[in-house]
Each structure stands twice: as C-alpha cells, then as structure tokens.
C-alpha cells in the first residue's frame, strides 16, 4: 500500500475514524498497530513474519541486557539482537549481491563456478525498521535509554504504519514515550497535518511522477548516447525527482503522524541550499545520516583518533550508507564521493580555519556544493557504470556530436521546477515550514492547499512506488 493510492486514503479515513472513537488508549493502540500490520501486508504477508521476528528478537534481548551484570553476558544478547537484524538484512537485500561477486571472484581465479539460479525477493523497507529496531537494542546496551515499560509500545514503535517502510528512521526514545499517555490530534494539528501530506503528495505525484520522473527515463533508461544538453537535464531533473519523490514521502509521513496525534522528525531540511558537504547532510535524510554519525562513525572512533584516523572512519561510513542504499556498486561509488567531499572539506576547513567567506563567495559554495551532488546522483540513477561513464561523459561534453534527445519543452519543465525547488530551499534555508505557514494568512493557506489538491487529482498518477521502498 502506497500513500500515493485511494486505497491509502480509505485505509487512512478508517484509522483516523477509529483513532478518534471513544476508545480506550489501549484499544486505540491495538487498533494501530493492527492497521500497520495491514499497511505492510497488502505488499506480500508472509513478510510480517520479518517483523515480528525482529520485534520479538529485539524485545527479549533489551529485556535480558537490563537485567545481565556481567559484560560478557551483555555483549552476548546485544550481538545476538545485531546479528539477527543484519542476517535478515544481509541475505534478503545484499544474498544476490554476494553471490554473484563471489562468482566474479572464482572466475578470475580460474574456478568455473556455476552458483544455482535463485531469486531473493526484497522485503519492503527492511533497511528502515532495521535500523530503527537495532537502535533499541544498542541503546538499551550503551545504557543510553531504559526498554520500552510494555511490548505492546514496543511493537507499535516498530510497525508504527507512517515510518515503517521508508522512514523517518525513528529512535525508541522518540517515539515510544508518545505511546504511553493517550494521543488525539487537536484542530490545529489535523489540519496542519492534512496540509502536509498534502504538500507531500503533490511533491510525489505530479513532480517527481508527472513530470520529472519521465525526463530522466528518456535519457538513463534507454540505449541512448546523450550530449551535454540532454545529459545536465536528465540529471538535474533525477536530482529533483528523487528529493520531491523522499522528501514527499516523509513529509506525507509526518503528517499522518500528525493526524493521529504523533510528532515525528524532520527528514529534509531544505538541501539544495546546503553550503559544503556536511551541511548537505545535515540538511539530507537527517535521520539516516544522524544514525550513521550515532552508530557507526562514533563507534568507528570519530574525531578521536587523529587526522588519518578521521578520514578513514568518513570515508567507511559514507561507503556503507551508499552500499546501505542498494546492493550495487554504483551505490557504493556514490557513498564514497561523498566520503570522499566530506574528507576534502574537513581538510579545507583546517588549512583555512580563520576563513570566513563573504554572501558572494557562500552563494558561489552553495552552487558548488549543489553541482558536485548533481554528479553524485549519476552513479545513484545509472544501474550500470557503463551507462554511468556515458552520462559524464556527455555532462564534461565528450559527446559533442550526438543527436538532442529531450524536446525543448522539457527542457524548459526541468529548468523551471529545477529552478523553482533550488530558488524555494536558499529563500527557506534558515525557516521553517511551520513558522512560514503560521504567518500567512489562513484564506491564503486554503486557497493554495485547494490548488495542491486539485493538482494531485488532476494529474493522476499511476500509484508508482516511492524510490526509497527498493531499500
């Protein structure tokens, strides 16, 4: 099930029905955490089993880490929770993935290795409840946070139907309080949470679906040898696609919870206006790169270790959150360029720490930082580095002679609502939704949420999955 589909909005009219009946908070809380179960079997059911696996795994070895005493006995039920999360992980997502580069790998020794054909179907979203049910464990472990009081919060934390199969990737500490007392969405809030997946869904629908989505097919999905042109378009349109198309997704996410009476965080905070590679990810998919930071930097050593000692534990990080992404190696090509950014920036900030640049020069690094993601996103589009090399190809303009592929109205729809999202992310860099929309006048909000509205009916989409769900 989809947000972008009636069956959502049926599904969601039922919940929030339900969820506004005058109900016990334990009986609401069943209610939904059956409905998440209902959200994430209309994909295929047999992969609740996952889930509930995950949860029952997670919840006994938080229980079992509070009460051990010696270390030996908590490390035991911490790597029991890791290994059980990164197994399903690793065999359902990365199984393939391995087995045919361990199959590369014979055949360059000289083995002729035939492996057994066989296909993993990929559980939807399982990178994301992953995620967020190790932080339980790993919390409880590092004595950061105290298990959830009842399984019942426990279990609704980690199907919580908003965020389970694309994120935000939610902390227990975030979201398991909120269970606890009883939650009903004021006015305010309902509306305000109507408007944002509203906001959410027109970004999906009819940007990243109607209009985006098919420029950038034109030119990476098919037996085409873009020029330069058609080459900046298709990527400069993929780069607005696939921000309307997550950042729609967790927008419409969060305003559901809010509906509902429930605060999740902020997942994008305006990125095309990011000034340098670490304010890019601060600005982009907060929740993952804070998890990364948390999980996996910190642990790795972080900034404790020296200069070299640094650049090794970014560079491995960002390796991981590209192959985290998909089972490929152009993701993984991707997670190293931004290693590899963000290394270079850190040894710019140090060789330059007394700095501080003018409006014009952090306009001029604004768009430097935009262009150098804009490149990244090739190796995140392309399935092949074949079709990755030809793009760059013709983007440095070693494909002079080729014929135009786009039409010059698409080129102008890529321009206008490149243009339009780049222009909206510098004028919002240092606001806030919330507080712009608190300040416009309320016939203004109607008529502009009426005119989002009408342009999601109108555009009617096909239903496609959000990108994120493949991961």
């Known amino acids: ?34 409905a ?72 360059a020794l000289g083995v002729d290795y035939q492996p057994p054909h066989y296909d993993i179907v990929l559980p939807v979203g399982i990178s994301f409840y992953t995620f967020a049910t190790m932080s339980y464990t790993l919390d409880v472990y590092l004595r950061r946070a105290l298990p959830a ?37 004021s006015a305010q809030q309902l509306c305000f949470g109507l408007a944002l997946m509203t906001i959410g869904l027109f970004q999906k629908v009819v940007l990243a679906d109607g209009f985006l989505a098919p420029i950038a097919e034109r030119v990476y999905d098919a037996d085409v040898h873009p020029g330069a042109l058609d080459a900046w378009a298709a990527t400069l349109a993929f780069g607005a696609q696939i921000f309307c198309d997550f950042a729609g ?66 560079f491995a990080t960002m390796l991981l959150g590209g192959l985290w992404h998909g089972a490929s190696w152009t993701f993984v090509v991707w997670g190293g360029l931004h290693g590899s950014y963000l290394a270079a920036e850190r040894w710019l900030r140090e060789r330059f720490a007394g700095y501080q640049p003018g409006p014009v020069a952090l306009i001029g690094l604004g768009l430097l930082t935009y262009l150098l993601v804009q490149l990244t996103w090739v190796f995140f589009r392309a399935k092949t580095f074949t079709k990755a090399a030809l793009v760059l190809r013709a983007m440095f303009g070693l494909n002079a002679a080729e014929k135009p592929i786009l039409p010059g109205i698409e080129l102008a729809i890529v321009a206008a609502i490149v243009g339009g999202l780049v222009s909206a992310h510098w004028l919002m860099r240092k606001r806030t939704l919330e507080s712009v929309l608190a300040r416009t006048p309320t016939p203004l909000l109607a008529g502009g949420w009426l005119l989002l509205a009408f342009a999601i009916v109108i555009e009617q989409g096909a239903g496609n999955a959000f990108i994120y769900f493949q991961f």
């Open 1 to 34: 099930m989809v947000f972008n589909s009636l069956t959502f909005a049926v599904f969601f009219a039922c919940v929030l029905a339900l969820h506004n009946l005058p109900l016990g908070w334990r009986t609401k809380k069943i209610n939904l955490l059956l």
């Open 36 to 107: 998440s179960y209902l959200f994430y079997a209309a994909w295929n059911p047999p992969f609740v089993i996952l889930l509930w696996i995950s949860t029952v795994v997670d919840w006994w070895a938080a229980k079992a880490l509070v009460h051990a005493e010696r270390p030996a006995v908590r490390r035991a039920w911490m790597l029991l929770s890791v290994i059980a999360n990164l197994g399903m992980l690793g065999f359902f997502k990365y199984g393939q993935f391995l087995l045919e580069n361990f199959t590369v790998l014979l055949h």
């Open 149 to 185: 009081r009842n399984f019942l919060d426990y279990a609704l934390f980690v199907t919580f139907f908003p965020h389970l199969v694309a994120g935000p990737i939610m902390r227990p500490t975030e979201l398991v309080p909120q269970f606890e007392q009883p939650r009903r969405a």
């Open 249 to 314: 997704y967790s927008t419409t996410a969060i305003g559901a919870a809010m509906c509902l009476g429930f605060a999740m965080p902020d997942n994008f905070r305006f990125p095309y206006a990011a000034i340098g590679f670490s304010d890019f990810w601060r600005r982009w998919h907060i929740t993952l790169s804070s998890w990364l930071r948390d999980y996996l930097y910190i642990p790795l050593g972080g900034n404790r270790y020296g200069t070299a000692r640094t650049y090794f534990n970014l």
